[in-house]
């Protein structure tokens, strides 16, 4: 029988807020998931029932010191709790999310130890540019059996950029859960927005961690401009950031848990993703969508494809350009006001688009290959 195991730096079930965590912590323990072992830190939490864990210790002084002179002993914890439940002769697919620098010395440590045609290493990238751009890149490559991505875009830029990349790829997007996320209707919308003491005709969001790349500054700038014209007619909401609320018709929510984002896109009508990065996908984007805003976002990293290149919502092409903002959200009101104050996109959003339940089956079928891939 061959197993799955699960190697991660943080704990899991994650108890704080985070993207990957959650869909990770939802295919753990609400499905039918694919993983026989999780390979963590210890959980502030309860454990999930029916799965083996084998926790890694907490670092000592004496691990500390011993990882400032040779790097790779970082992980020497992590190839204890391995030992613990690796058997020489059975073989095991080992999942591995976004710790590059896992990859080489987990090789090294098989290689010593096992036989490393035994096991099948996955990367899943949650990232969007090529990660290594060093000597080590070589190792890096040669010690995965996969990398899967979260956008063909994000493939296309590694296949662009390496003269050698030769393991398998595949793609797996970020999704959300459609039973927090949902479109309510204009009855339902109307009622919950007076619940919460919203009266703007139009209610936009932005929800981000307060970071120069996630390009609020260039929102904040932006919405002098729409105050100036459009005055109470539009509301901004903003999430995750505690600065103080001295902006005209901008409102500070402060940091959420991810439980009750939900309420806050089911009431907004456009959802502004203004990142000045290239990010692998952006989960929020999948959120906003499914609870029914026009979302107009930057083309930046896998954001076009997340947005099926224009189908899904307005995509800014020079995304540092204030002006473009501008342009584009005051083309998104003229666009509502002709459509009854209704999202034209979202007709084109089926129930099963970046559904969590659609992403853990698809994440079974990779384990799955995986495992039948090493016989």
């Not at 073989?91 to 440590?109: A, M, T």
């Not at 932006?222 to 005055?231: E, H, L, N, S």
């Not at 939900?262 to 993703?273: M, P």
């Amino acid at each position: 029988m061959t197993k799955a195991i699960l190697i991660l730096t943080i704990p899991i079930p994650y108890s704080k807020i985070g993207s990957w965590t959650t869909m990770y912590n939802y295919y753990i323990e609400k499905t039918r998931h694919q993983f026989d072992i999780i390979i963590c830190p210890q959980p502030n939490v309860e454990l999930i029932k029916g799965i083996e864990y084998s926790v890694v210790n907490d670092k000592t002084f004496l691990t500390k010191l011993k990882t400032k002179i040779n790097p790779d002993f970082r992980w020497a914890n992590y190839f204890k709790a391995l030992d613990k439940i690796v058997k020489p002769d059975e073989k095991y697919v080992i999942q591995i999310v976004d710790n590059s620098g896992l990859v080489v010395p987990l090789n090294k440590h098989i290689r010593l130890k096992y036989k490393r045609e035994n096991f099948y290493i996955q990367y899943f990238y949650h990232g969007f540019p090529p990660l290594i751009a060093n000597p080590s890149e070589r190792n890096f490559f040669n010690g995965i059996n996969e990398m899967i991505f979260l956008t063909k875009l994000s493939y296309k830029a590694y296949l662009n950029y390496y003269t050698d990349f030769v393991c398998k790829a595949s793609i797996l997007s970020n999704a959300a859960d459609s039973k927090l996320f949902f479109k309510l209707d204009s009855k339902q919308k109307e009622k919950q927005q007076q619940l919460m003491g919203f009266k703007s005709k139009l209610i936009f969001i932005w929800c981000s961690q307060d970071k120069p790349k996630k390009g609020l500054h260039l929102i904040l700038q932006t919405w002098k401009k729409i105050v100036k014209k459009y005055g109470s007619e539009t509301e901004l909401l903003i999430i995750g950031t505690e600065r103080k609320n001295d902006y005209p018709g901008v409102n500070f929510i402060g940091k959420i848990p991810n439980n009750q984002l939900a309420k806050y896109y089911q009431i907004s009508d456009f959802y502004l993703f203004p990142t000045l990065c290239q990010e692998g996908f952006g989960i929020v984007l999948a959120e906003a969508l499914k609870c029914g805003c026009y979302c107009i976002a930057s083309n930046q990293g896998g954001v076009p494809e997340v947005l099926q290149f224009g189908k899904l919502g307005r995509i800014v092409e020079n995304p540092n350009f204030e002006d473009e903002w501008v342009s584009a959200i005051e083309e998104g009101i003229e666009i509502y006001r002709q459509n009854n104050y209704n999202n034209p996109y979202y007709k084109f959003i089926g129930d099963d688009l970046y559904d969590l339940d659609n992403w853990s089956k698809e994440m079974n079928v990779l384990i799955e290959e995986a495992k039948k891939a090493l016989y």
